[in-house]
């Protein structure tokens, strides 16, 4: 939840529609997926059943994603323009931290989550400054 939560802190403060509890929620049930096959016990089909739960993880996420979209690009009727691509990337990465953590890979959690936030604060002043010129 905590890395997912860095994530959804960052969004929060944009004023997203999907926000710090999203991030959160996604994280912490990405992790949960991943553990409960774990949990059950170890057999020779146990990382098979880990590979497909991920699998499912990152589709499903999908679906999450593309309400964020849809829901921003209907305030605007009319344009042919599409709004909260990064909204649903971030939920997608998320779920991947959440992931991550799930499977015991905390680092490669946190790490995941700085980087994400470098992307979401630092690239996008970047991107602000570089069309101002």
Do not use: Y
């Not at 999907?18 to 409960?36: D, E, K, N, Q, Y």
């Not at 990382?47 to 593309?66: C, N, T, Y």
């Amino acid at each position: 939840m905590f890395v997912g939560g860095m994530i959804g802190w960052e969004r929060e403060l944009k004023n997203k529609p999907a926000g710090l509890r999203t991030h959160m929620l996604v994280s912490m049930g990405a992790a949960m997926f991943v553990l409960i096959p774990l949990a059950i016990g170890k057999n020779e089909n146990g990382r098979d059943g880990v590979e497909r739960v991920i699998q499912g993880i990152a589709a499903g996420i999908g679906f999450l994603g593309g309400g964020e979209i849809l829901r921003e690009s209907q305030q605007e009727r009319g344009k042919p323009e599409v709004h909260g691509l990064t909204s649903a990337a971030a939920i997608w990465v998320s779920a991947a931290l959440g992931t991550a953590a799930g499977c015991g890979l905390w680092q490669l959690a946190l790490i995941g989550a700085l980087m994400s936030l470098f992307v979401l604060r630092v690239i996008k002043e970047l991107e602000r400054r570089s069309r101002r010129k």
